[in-house]
């Protein structure tokens, strides 16, 4: 304000003006572009599982992303819903990945459906989410302990296929004492009816009670851990799962259920366990 009572606006004062008309002018258009069911592209891709949105950005611009048989290398690019979106040749689907661990209690049937079990594992997570999730693996009734549960088929496929080899851990209860020769035989190798397998370790939970083992094997050949001990004389009377392709049970109680973090998203993503 000037001595005659005018108010003066410099520069820096129009130009903060001007910049929040222009902001709140772009905020008003990215709700509309929003409401109007459009996507950017990079965020599709990264929705899909693919990768992250960066990531996504260097490989729509190296020209393996198509919409609706087109190349595109452009950024910012939006598509909607019913384009058809392909990476490297392969249609994807954007719909939100969850991925789910829950501590199974015994008693419960790993399957969707089964008209002839009283109970399914799906009972246990019914409140979850919204998208149809299905088991990673399986463990039986008795079974207790890890399993995940999502609708990412690729990251399904890599925990579960024998030739990935993922690690697991398990919590023996065997109803007479595992002698030591045993155990070595258990690292070494045993051949069971659709071929060898071995554990990377075993050994005692407590010193004190042999009858309990911790058996670490990444082979992912069907209820091998009860197998390899009914091979060697010995009947499982408690099996739990307590890690699973570097998730464990911290923190969630029998029968409890959480979410995967980002991080532990990304950690199986990259398979380094």
């Known amino acids: 304000m000037n001595k005659d009572g005018k108010v003066i606006r410099g520069r820096f004062g129009e130009k903060n003006l001007r910049d929040k008309r222009v902001g709140s002018t772009e905020r008003i258009q990215r709700v509309k572009r929003e409401d109007d069911g459009t996507i950017r592209l990079n ?13 996504a950005d260097t490989f729509i611009a190296s020209g393996v992303v198509t919409v609706n048989g087109e190349p595109v290398t452009e950024m910012g690019i939006r598509v909607k819903p019913g384009d058809d979106v392909r990476f490297n040749g392969q249609r994807i689907s954007a719909e939100r990945k969850v991925y ?15 008209p002839h079990a009283d ?9 979850a989410c919204p998208e149809r999730i ?3 693996g399986r463990l039986d009734r008795t079974t ?5 549960f999502t609708n990412d088929g690729e990251m399904t496929k890599r925990l579960t296929h024998p030739k990935y080899n993922r690690k697991k851990i398990y919590h023996v209860h065997l109803d007479k004492n595992v ?40 082979s992912g050949k069907n209820r091998v851990v009860r197998r390899i001990f009914a091979h060697l004389g010995y009947k499982v009377q408690k099996l739990d799962r307590v890690y699973f392709c570097g998730l ?3 923190n969630l109680p029998r029968g409890r259920w959480r979410f995967l973090s980002e991080d532990e998203v990304s950690f199986l993503k990259m398979g380094s366990f």
């Open 119 to 127: 109970r399914t594992v799906m009972e246990l997570i019914s409140n």
């Open 144 to 148: 207790t302990g890890l399993l995940l």
């Open 134 to 136: 299905y088991p990673v």
């Open 43 to 55: 965020r599709f891709i990264a929705n899909a599982g693919i990768c992250s949105r960066r990531e």
């Open 179 to 218: 002698s030591k020769n045993d155990l070595q035989q258990i690292v070494n190798g045993i051949t069971l009816e659709d071929g060898l397998v071995a554990a990377d370790s075993v050994s005692y939970v407590d010193p004190e009670d042999k009858k309990q083992v911790g058996i670490e094997i990444h």
């Open 100 to 114: 789910v661990l829950l501590n199974k209690p015994k008693g419960f049937v790993t399957t969707v459906e089964d």
């Open 248 to 250: 464990t049970k911290k």
